[in-house]
Protein backbone atom coordinates (compact mmCIF):
# COMPACT_ATOMS: atom_id res chain seq x y z
CA UNK A 1 0.00 0.00 0.00
CA UNK A 2 1.40 3.77 -1.19
CA UNK A 3 2.40 6.01 1.42
CA UNK A 4 -0.86 8.30 -0.37
CA UNK A 5 -3.54 5.65 -0.02
CA UNK A 6 -2.25 4.80 3.59
CA UNK A 7 -2.35 8.68 4.50
CA UNK A 8 -6.03 8.86 2.55
CA UNK A 9 -7.70 5.87 4.75
CA UNK A 10 -5.92 7.18 7.67
CA UNK A 11 -7.13 11.33 6.90
CA UNK A 12 -10.83 10.10 6.33
CA UNK A 13 -11.49 7.73 9.21
CA UNK A 14 -14.63 8.68 10.71
CA UNK A 15 -12.96 9.52 14.11
CA UNK A 16 -9.74 12.05 12.31
CA UNK A 17 -12.54 13.80 10.45
CA UNK A 18 -14.75 13.91 13.64
CA UNK A 19 -12.26 15.24 16.17
CA UNK A 20 -11.28 17.95 12.70
CA UNK A 21 -14.91 19.19 13.04
CA UNK A 22 -14.26 19.33 16.85
CA UNK A 23 -11.31 21.50 16.52
CA UNK A 24 -12.72 24.06 14.30
CA UNK A 25 -15.96 24.32 15.91
CA UNK A 26 -13.67 24.88 18.83
CA UNK A 27 -11.71 27.47 17.78
CA UNK A 28 -15.05 29.31 16.55
CA UNK A 29 -16.50 29.10 19.57
CA UNK A 30 -13.29 30.49 21.65
CA UNK A 31 -13.52 33.25 19.23
CA UNK A 32 -17.12 34.02 20.32
CA UNK A 33 -16.44 33.66 23.78
CA UNK A 34 -13.66 36.16 23.90
CA UNK A 35 -15.23 38.24 21.69
CA UNK A 36 -18.14 38.23 24.47
CA UNK A 37 -15.44 38.32 27.34
CA UNK A 38 -13.68 41.41 25.28
CA UNK A 39 -17.03 43.56 24.40
CA UNK A 40 -20.26 42.18 27.47
CA UNK A 41 -18.06 41.52 30.61
CA UNK A 42 -14.65 43.49 30.91
CA UNK A 43 -16.21 46.94 30.54
CA UNK A 44 -18.71 46.44 33.51
CA UNK A 45 -15.93 44.81 35.53
CA UNK A 46 -13.59 47.72 35.11
CA UNK A 47 -15.75 49.78 36.01
CA UNK A 48 -16.44 48.44 39.10
CA UNK A 49 -12.70 48.40 39.72
CA UNK A 50 -12.37 51.69 38.87
CA UNK A 51 -12.57 52.31 35.33
CA UNK A 52 -9.82 50.23 34.54
CA UNK A 53 -9.16 48.64 31.67
CA UNK A 54 -7.29 44.93 32.17
CA UNK A 55 -5.79 45.29 28.78
CA UNK A 56 -3.78 48.46 29.61
CA UNK A 57 -2.75 46.99 33.16
CA UNK A 58 1.03 46.70 33.04
CA UNK A 59 4.15 46.65 35.16
CA UNK A 60 7.19 48.66 33.31
CA UNK A 61 10.04 46.58 34.43
CA UNK A 62 12.47 49.08 32.11
CA UNK A 63 11.73 52.15 30.32
CA UNK A 64 11.84 53.10 26.80
CA UNK A 65 15.23 54.87 25.74
CA UNK A 66 15.79 56.03 22.20
CA UNK A 67 17.20 52.91 21.19
CA UNK A 68 15.12 49.94 22.96
CA UNK A 69 10.98 49.95 23.31
CA UNK A 70 10.08 49.95 27.15
CA UNK A 71 9.91 46.44 28.34
CA UNK A 72 6.21 45.71 30.05
CA UNK A 73 4.78 43.01 31.99
CA UNK A 74 1.12 42.70 30.51
CA UNK A 75 -0.45 41.22 33.56
CA UNK A 76 -3.34 42.64 32.17
CA UNK A 77 -3.47 40.70 28.83
CA UNK A 78 -3.18 37.61 31.53
CA UNK A 79 -5.81 38.43 33.63
CA UNK A 80 -8.21 38.59 30.52
CA UNK A 81 -6.84 35.24 28.81
CA UNK A 82 -7.68 33.32 32.47
CA UNK A 83 -11.62 35.08 32.32
CA UNK A 84 -11.70 33.57 28.84
CA UNK A 85 -10.66 30.15 29.68
CA UNK A 86 -12.78 30.42 32.89
CA UNK A 87 -15.83 31.30 30.76
CA UNK A 88 -15.51 28.41 28.12
CA UNK A 89 -14.62 25.64 30.62
CA UNK A 90 -18.10 26.41 32.39
CA UNK A 91 -19.86 26.72 29.07
CA UNK A 92 -18.18 23.36 27.67
CA UNK A 93 -18.82 21.74 31.43
CA UNK A 94 -22.34 22.81 31.39
CA UNK A 95 -22.62 21.18 27.87
CA UNK A 96 -21.27 17.91 28.62
CA UNK A 97 -23.20 17.68 31.79
CA UNK A 98 -26.60 18.38 29.73
CA UNK A 99 -25.32 15.59 27.14
CA UNK A 100 -24.65 13.31 30.18
CA UNK A 101 -28.08 14.19 31.72
CA UNK A 102 -29.54 13.03 28.53
CA UNK A 103 -28.18 9.87 28.42
CA UNK A 104 -29.00 9.66 31.57
CA UNK A 105 -32.56 9.53 30.79
CA UNK A 106 -32.50 7.38 27.99
CA UNK A 107 -30.75 4.75 29.91
CA UNK A 108 -33.18 4.64 32.44
CA UNK A 109 -36.67 5.14 30.02
CA UNK A 110 -38.32 2.04 30.64
CA UNK A 111 -37.73 -0.14 27.41
CA UNK A 112 -41.41 -2.15 26.29
CA UNK A 113 -39.94 -5.68 25.55
CA UNK A 114 -39.86 -7.21 21.99
CA UNK A 115 -43.10 -8.61 20.64
CA UNK A 116 -43.49 -12.13 20.50
CA UNK A 117 -42.25 -14.13 17.53
CA UNK A 118 -44.72 -15.95 15.44
CA UNK A 119 -43.21 -19.45 16.71
CA UNK A 120 -43.47 -18.00 20.25
CA UNK A 121 -47.24 -17.06 19.70
CA UNK A 122 -47.74 -20.06 17.90
CA UNK A 123 -46.47 -22.14 21.22
CA UNK A 124 -48.56 -20.15 23.62
CA UNK A 125 -51.97 -20.52 21.99
CA UNK A 126 -50.85 -24.32 21.91
CA UNK A 127 -49.95 -24.58 25.59
CA UNK A 128 -53.48 -22.81 26.35
CA UNK A 129 -54.92 -25.45 24.06
CA UNK A 130 -53.47 -28.29 25.97
CA UNK A 131 -54.54 -26.40 29.67
CA UNK A 132 -58.12 -26.97 28.49
CA UNK A 133 -58.07 -29.50 27.18
CA UNK A 134 -56.89 -31.08 30.94
Known sequence: ???????????????????????VIGAAF?????AFVDGVMMPPL?????GVD??????VLRAATD??????????AFIQTVVDFTIIAFA?????????RLK????????TPPAPSQQEVLLTEIRDLLKERR
Open 30 to 34: GKIVS
Open 67 to 76: QAPAVVLRYG
Open 54 to 59: FSDLVV
Open 46 to 50: GLLIG
Open 104 to 111: RREAEAPS
Open 1 to 23: MGVLSEFKSFAVRGNVVDMAVGI
Open 92 to 100: VFLGVRAIN
